[in-house]
């Protein structure tokens, strides 16, 4: 259909399969037939084709005319047509002459009287309007040739391309056909059901079937660059394809400035080629976090297509893009650090990968290329597609376009320019060239090395020019515009939620405060003018426009999303800096601190982890930019703060202590500033913070004990201090130091650490008491009962009475932990099973609070190990705790790993496992034989297992 209809063919008909009484020499004698407007069948058609026509049979004269024998009895035509990929044999290619020229076929093939004798006149007849039509290639080559053709079919129509894209609409026509072929619907097929069928959505050929089998995009994809450079993507296909077949997927890095086109590039290659890959992921690559924000998206997508959940870390990805049964395309945009980046790259797998960067230097010396101005006659093709009009002003344009260094990003400035002018187009140009020229003298120090002069001016007036063209109203739209263009050239690059902006942009943090408002502010009844500013924003090419991947179903914040180039954030704050200086530049900071801040503590506290992966990287930048600017403000104390607390939930303890030192520092300089304001109560819980970060990355000893002591100092100012504000959370503060350093006292013995210690629990006894202080108090009394093995039927009981949904999320993974060791201990080990199931449910994502989660995993374990020579149902327990903390271990601390491993190898030795014992014994010996985390009982088991391990591999 897709190829006959152009010669005037209007409906298919789809002979039924036969059925009864039918005789067999019927059943699909006619595959298919072609008709015009308003006729009966034109043209039967029968197609016999094999996988591999080179070893095939040739088909003779006998075989093939007994075909078109069956094809003309089956019903009246005008022709017959017999379609193969068969080789012909001698007789077969002179049956196929004799049927063209209308020889007499007895003449022609005499071998085939016989047959010809039993036919009638008019089958005679019908047999001389037969043709043999032979086509070459494989089947699997036609059914690329379908795909390619629907393809191109929906390309044209705008359908179908890159996002849109699935191959699998080439079965949803065939099942169509195959319907009509069962008799479930009509035989009779027309043109306009076909092109309904292919302009059918994708989202419905998905759900008819299963899922995208190719094309499948995952993360947020630019749209479809308006000029297309074939030869610039061509070349990325050679590359890729001159690395040859190998398990390790291929690479090539497009290397250029800002706005010169690389993403467009890399997105054209990505929708000419999507056919290629069972799935294409969009990777932002600018920092640490927005690298963890995409592959988080990636690892899901994959996970929930793999039927299982694991932990994100660069391991895990790299395993789940290995294992991946088919190819793919990671395309890693704007990547910076060159040694994070390469860290998340898989080494191998089916798959290719395309990096873009602005780093030259650092990404030199790989295959790829270094990405150009447009050429003149591109720069007038570009211009062309943007201006109707510019046809018969090519001299003025092209003087434009030099002008502006031939840059893509400056041209489609340039451009909305133009079009808004509201003038003819010479005297538009001529208008903007007069306003650009001036001012590159005072604007060229904003632009770095290798970006055309001109390029700052040019972003200057595509945003001074927002006005402009702007009709009706009250002119709130471009002023809107304006004001969120300079707001967003402080968030991270890509994928800042819409509504997060225009809170930042519009609403007053002071005036959340007085109203006692408290998470993400949305603003309401802007929907329209929020449309009308985007859609402003976008025809001046200052920002891009990308539905986000949503994750995990919690959608009403994250759905609608932007992206602003590098180089016009850059441009964008080094012209406000000097509009109107640090003091403005810090206020807007502090203003989109308070509200990035309110949508991260929403997020934290009601446990959306893929949500706190998407903020951070604007947490993150707004936090950057407020520290070079020296702003100190509670907005960004309290965003550092916050921050730190979503490092610390993915095990980033590093970076979650470089915040809090942050946070500190701003603290002190608050308290110079506003002597009013009494810091202690945000000293001592920061510090607190600080303390478990630094236990958690190992610190010295004597490190630990100076941070303990600055807190607990801060603690006792802040408890007889005047101010009573915040006073009723420090009885939680106090019982934290106290069981934070108990647990360091298990391995680690000083006179200040004990001293330490009587203090907390003495402020804690006269501080105010709080719910969470008593749990946290309630929780050490369990974990002293299960410690000293006093009565481990009390401390299951007093663990269940303790948990409940409204505790903080860290106390319910112990408190599930600590009932689980209970129940392990007292040898019900259905219950226990019961426990560990939930602690995994819980913690999910699983990089989330990994570390917990297998501490208390570990501690169930140990409770088992004693028991696995004695009771029934210990080992099977043990080897569920092994199970699910397995896919946490590439996230958690060294000592929590030893022991896991430690339990790992008591496992293997009670089921006389040879392979896994060698396996915990080389692990075990690789790693410290000092752990804070379990100290004594760590050794204790450790120097039980390891001598047996050791006798279990020697004799295995």
């Known amino acids: 259909m897709l190829d006959t209809s152009r010669n005037g063919f209007h409906t298919l008909y789809v002979e039924r399969s036969s059925q009864g009484a039918t005789p067999p020499d019927a059943q699909q004698s006619i595959d298919l037939s072609l008709g015009e407007h308003g006729s009966e069948g034109r043209v039967h058609i029968q197609v016999k084709s094999v996988e591999d026509p080179d070893s095939a049979r040739p088909l003779g004269a006998n075989e093939a005319l007994r075909e078109l024998v069956k094809l003309c009895a089956a019903g009246s035509a005008e022709r017959y047509e017999l379609i193969t990929n068969r080789p012909l044999s001698r007789s077969g290619r002179v049956a196929r002459s004799a049927l063209e020229d209308a020889v007499s076929l007895r003449t022609a093939v005499p071998e085939s009287s016989d047959l010809l004798d039993d036919l009638t006149a008019e089958e005679l007849n019908r047999l001389h309007r037969c043709r043999i039509t032979l086509v070459e290639g494989t089947t699997s080559l036609y059914r690329q040739s379908v795909s390619a053709k629907v393809r191109a079919v929906r390309a044209a129509q705008r359908l179908g391309t890159g996002p849109d894209s699935s191959a699998l609409l080439t079965g949803y026509l065939v099942d169509k056909v195959f319907q009509s072929a069962a008799g479930i619907s009509s035989s009779r097929i027309t043109r306009n059901e076909v092109t309904q069928w292919l302009n059918t959505s994708p989202q419905e050929v998905a759900a008819a079937l299963g899922e995208y089998d190719w094309g499948n995009t995952i993360g947020s994809w630019p749209a479809l660059p308006l000029l297309p450079r074939p030869e610039r993507w061509e070349q990325i296909r050679r590359g890729l394809a001159r690395q040859g077949a190998s398990r390790r997927p291929a690479r090539f890095v497009l290397r250029g400035p800002s706005g010169i086109g690389k993403s467009s590039i890399a997105a054209e290659y990505a929708y000419a080629n999507h056919d290629q890959y069972a799935f294409m992921a969009w990777i932002n690559g600018e920092d640490a976090d927005s690298l963890r924000a995409s592959f988080s998206i990636l690892a899901e997508s994959l996970s929930r297509r793999d039927d299982g959940a694991r932990p994100l870390t660069p391991d895990v990805v790299s395993s789940l893009l290995s294992q991946h049964v088919g190819r793919w395309l990671l395309i890693i945009d704007n990547a910076v650090d060159t040694a994070v980046v390469e860290s998340w790259l898989p080494q191998f797998g089916d798959g290719d990968i395309l990096v873009t960067t602005l780093d030259s230097t650092s990404w030199s010396g790989r295959d790829g290329a270094d990405i150009e101005p447009l050429t003149p006659a591109e720069s007038a093709d570009l211009l062309a597609r943007f201006l109707p009009s510019a046809k018969g002003h090519e001299e003025p344009l092209a003087r434009m376009a030099s002008h502006l260094g031939h840059w893509p990003l400056a041209l489609a400035m340039a451009a909305a320019y133009i079009n808004g002018a509201q003038m003819p187009l010479a005297q538009a140009t001529d208008q903007y060239l007069r306003r650009l020229l001036p001012r590159v003298v005072d604007d060229n120090l904003v632009i770095p090395e290798g970006y055309p002069r001109t390029l700052a001016d040019a972003i200057f007036l ?29 968030f991270a690059e890509n994928d800042i939620p819409l509504k997060l902006l225009l809170a930042a942009t519009c609403v007053k943090p002071e005036d959340m405060v007085e109203a006692g408002h408290e998470g993400p502010t949305e603003i309401i009844g802007v929907d329209t003018d929020s449309n009308d500013m985007i859609r402003l924003l976008r025809r001046r ?17 994250m759905s609608d999303c932007i992206s602003v180039n590098t180089i016009t954030q850059l441009v964008l704050r080094s012209r406000l800096n000097r ?62 703060g916050n921050l730190a607390l979503a490092y610390r939930s993915q095990g980033r303890h590093e970076e979650a202590a470089s915040a809090l030192e942050y946070q500190l520092a701003q603290i002190s300089v608050l308290a110079k500033h506003f002597p009013e304001v009494h810091p202690d109560i945000a000293v001592t819980k920061t510090t607190l913070q600080l303390l478990d970060a630094r236990t958690a990355l190992n610190a010295p000893l004597p490190e630990l004990v100076v941070i303990a002591n600055s807190g607990i100092l801060a603690l006792e100012r802040a408890l007889t201090g005047e101010r009573n504000q915040g006073k009723t959370e420090l009885g939680t503060v106090a019982r934290s130091y106290e069981s934070l350093l108990q647990q360091l006292a298990i391995t680690e013995s000083s006179l200040e650490l004990d001293r330490l210690i009587n203090v907390a629990a003495g402020l804690a006894t006269h501080a105010p008491t709080t719910e969470e202080a008593h749990l946290l108090s309630e929780m050490q009394a369990i974990n002293d009962l299960l410690t000293t093995g006093e009565n481990d039927a009390e401390a299951a009981a007093r663990a269940r009475s303790a948990l409940h949904p409204r505790i903080p999320f860290q106390q319910q993974i112990q408190l599930v932990g600590l009932l689980g060791e209970a129940l392990t201990r007292l040898h019900d080990f259905g219950a226990a099973a019961l426990q560990v199931r939930a602690l995994d449910s819980l913690a999910q994502p699983r990089e989330v609070f990994a570390d917990e989660v297998v501490s208390q995993l570990n501690n169930m374990g140990i409770a088992t190990y004693a028991s696995l020579d004695k009771a029934p149902g210990a080992v099977d327990l043990l080897a569920q705790i092994l199970e699910l903390s397995e896919p946490r271990c590439a996230l958690i601390r060294p000592g929590t790993l030893r022991m896991h491993h430690i339990l790992r190898g008591a496992l293997a030795h009670a089921r006389h496992d040879v392979h896994n014992a060698r396996d915990a014994l080389r692990q075990i010996e690789g790693l410290t034989s000092a752990t804070r985390e379990y100290g004594v009982r760590a050794d204790n088991i450790a120097g039980s297992v390891v001598p047996a391990l050791r006798y279990l591999v020697a004799r295995g």
């Open 579 to 640: 509009e109107v200086g640090q003091v403005g530049v810090t206020s807007l900071i502090a203003r989109a601190a308070y509200h990035v801040d309110q949508w991260l503590k929403h997020f934290i506290d009601n446990e959306r982890f893929n949500h706190v992966l998407a903020i951070a990287p604007h947490a993150a930048s707004i936090a950057r930019h407020a520290k070079q600017e020296e702003l100190a403000s509670f907005q960004s104390a309290t965003l550092a």
């Open 541 to 557: 090419s200052l920002l891009q426009r990308r539905a986000r991947a949503v994750v995990d179903g919690y959608q009403p914040y």
């Open 462 to 490: 595509a945003v001074d020019g927002l006005a402009d063209g702007v009709t009706g109203g009250d002119g709130r739209i471009p002023v809107l515009a304006r004001a969120t263009i300079y707001v967003s050239s402080f």
